[in-house]
């Protein structure tokens, strides 16, 4: 249980983010959730919610510095934010380029300089990125998202020998094709048969298992995958 526990969970509007701030709430903890839009939850009294756009980098850092001065202690944080486009890098225009990096690199980066302080001085706390299998492995059209998620890892790996001193954990998760609207507007989607897709709620298990771990440990990476790898290709 995560009683009196407070967490600060980014994207908690839909897919993996939702479904971990609603697992995290059923087990007794609070969640400051970071979204473009509002969700709203079963146990709304203990979810708190920020409307604020990652891609504006200096905004949304100043916004998290307000967050942690309003919060008595907050334990840790989930870094999930992020999108997905999946082309030959020559369709991106430098523009695209700069954005699409912006949120699902640079903003996880920049959170995390903004609550790295708190904790560390604290001396205590839980740091959990969602990365992908993309960061395991680079495939066709993904040029830019592999290079985000290959660039979160070892961001990952780095902050986690940083902040051992102070009691800080730092895990990333790498999941495979996650059921979520995540593959909305992609053309492409796992399988829906058993076996070819994760349920997001078990991104948001794997989550709870993580905070829930031993002291004096920490789980580097944890990598998920369906039983069967399906892609589903719209006509």
Known sequence: MLKNKTYLVTGSSSGIGK??????????????GISRKKTLFKKTKNYFHYEIDLSDLEKSYNEVLKILLKYNKIDGFVSNAGNGVFKSLENFSPYQI??????????HIIITRAILPYLKKNKTGNIIFIGSESALKGKKYGSLYSSCKFGLRGFSQSIREECANNNIKVTIVNPGMVKTPFFKKLGFSPGKSFGEFIESSEVGKIVLYILNFGDGMVLDEINLSPLKKVIKFDK
């Open 98 to 107: 700069n954005q699409f990096i912006k949120l699902n690199l640079t903003s």
């Open 19 to 32: 479904s971990v701030s609603e697992i995290l709430l059923n087990n007794g903890a609070k969640v400051i």
